[in-house]
């Protein structure tokens, strides 16, 4: 068998093709560029609310969840941090008084929601409820008389029996609704220390 001859200018032709290709592969398989670098770490940040004279009133961040000595320190509050080593949980209100006592709260549910941290449906008030997308004061009052009549809630799902919740509206608030096993505490119950 004889092989096909080539002139020098074809032969010129098909290494410049075939040094094209390679070109073309190696350049979508990324080898001229660097490595694309690590996508950013994201932060699950605690947010902590500090009030009361005793302390700088604000929203304060955390990248762990802080002990009370260190949103003692953080809010520049007056007196000696308690020596406790109470963690604080994100969405919490300190209220610091000016004697060095301290109480704590949950946030207020239009807070919470605007720092993107939901709302535990057995322990929100009315007010709190109000504060979620659709929801308006005489159907928040109607959730927390429901809660009230038939017990906490199981699950998030339940809503739907409350009169005034279909399931669009249900689908919609969910996202920022949770059910906590044991609260910590309510608005109502205070711990005083």
């Known amino acids: 068998m004889r092989l096909p001859f080539f002139s020098r200018n074809q032969q010129a032709v098909i290494l410049l093709l075939g040094a094209a290709l390679l070109f073309l592969y190696a350049w979508r398989a990324n080898f001229f560029r660097p490595p694309s670098p690590p996508p ?7 947010f902590v609310e500090v009030g009361g004279p ?6 304060y961040s955390f990248e762990h969840t802080p002990t009370l000595a260190e949103v003692w320190q953080k809010s520049n509050a007056t007196g000696t941090a308690p020596a406790a080593a109470e963690k604080i949980l994100s969405g919490s209100r300190v209220e610091i008084a000016a004697n060095g006592q301290y109480r704590l709260a949950r946030m207020h549910g239009a807070e919470l929601l605007a720092l993107g941290l939901p709302l535990d449906l057995n322990t929100a008030t009315a007010g709190d409820l109000d504060a979620l997308p659709g929801i308006g004061p005489a159907l928040a009052q109607r959730i927390v008389a ?28 969910s996202p920022h609704l949770i059910i906590e096993p044991f609260a910590k505490f309510t608005l109502f119950d205070l711990l005083i220390k």
């Open 54 to 59: 005793g302390a700088h009133p604000g929203v």
């Open 40 to 46: 950013p770490q994201q932060l699950n940040l605690v």
């Open 146 to 173: 429901y809660r009230q009549k038939n017990g906490p809630f199981k699950k998030v799902e339940d809503l739907s029996n409350v009169s005034g919740i279909s399931l669009k509206l249900l689908k919609k608030i």
